[in-house]
């Protein structure tokens, strides 16, 4: 590549990216590994990222200094940064907290849930089944949450969960349509919508967490 087309490409991502402070090259990196562009083990060199986002490797060091405070990158024996997968225990710590939050929110919604929601939630988990791209999938699998657990009136605890589904996003990538996962998940979903029709908080209850114990499964088959 040319020094013109390299000049090109560096206003460019400045235009895409705003003004390219740390905050902001945070926020693109921790996509790009949420969203499984960046697997786990992939080594984060800032010389290569000042040159990717045209900056100094100073904002380069502090936004990877915030994903290494967040648990997304790992500081290996060379001293180098690396993309971190989820050990078995964080996966299993993860799904443990999920499931305390989220039983909660979904026993405060479904004595309030009506017909129009679970109409809604199915819709959406019929929709998930045929998607094939990732992220969409992910959009999918959030509202059919949100749909059952919306009417718990609770706006932090929502937000709460939200932030914790951000830690699970890589598994989607396991989940390709067509594939065992997908009808896996669909079934998990399909088993909670159910005990929510027949407003049986103990199966609904159970329902879920037999589905985030498969997700600590897929979260720790992610990094392989």
Excluded: W
């Amino acid at each position: 590549m040319t020094e013109s087309c390299n000049n090109i490409v560096k206003i460019r991502l400045i235009g895409y990216f705003g003004s390219m402070d740390s905050n902001v090259i945070t926020v693109a990196l921790r996509r790009e590994i949420e969203g499984g562009n960046l697997l786990p083990g992939t080594v984060l060199k800032q010389e290569l990222l000042a040159e990717r986002f045209g900056v100094s490797r100073q904002p380069v060091r502090q936004a990877l200094d915030q994903l290494l405070a967040t648990g997304l990158l790992d500081r290996r024996p060379d001293r180098s940064l690396a993309v971190a997968g989820l050990t078995q225990e964080q996966a299993r710590e993860l799904a443990e907290i999920r499931a305390a939050l989220e039983n909660m929110a979904l026993r405060g919604s479904l004595p309030i849930l009506g017909d129009s929601d679970l109409r809604k939630a199915h819709r959406l988990n019929e929709d998930l089944v045929e998607e094939e791209n990732p992220a969409t999938l992910e959009e999918l699998d959030v509202a059919f949450h949100r749909t059952l657990y919306g009417r718990c009136g609770n706006a932090r605890l929502l937000f709460m969960i939200d932030e914790l589904r951000r830690e699970s996003r890589r598994a989607y990538l396991r989940q390709p349509k067509g594939s065992d996962e997908r009808v896996n998940l669909h079934a998990e979903h399909c088993a909670i919508i159910e005990a929510c029709a027949r407003r049986d908080e103990a199966a609904a209850l159970q329902a879920l967490s037999a589905h985030l114990q498969m997700t600590t499964a897929r979260l720790t088959r992610e990094g392989e």
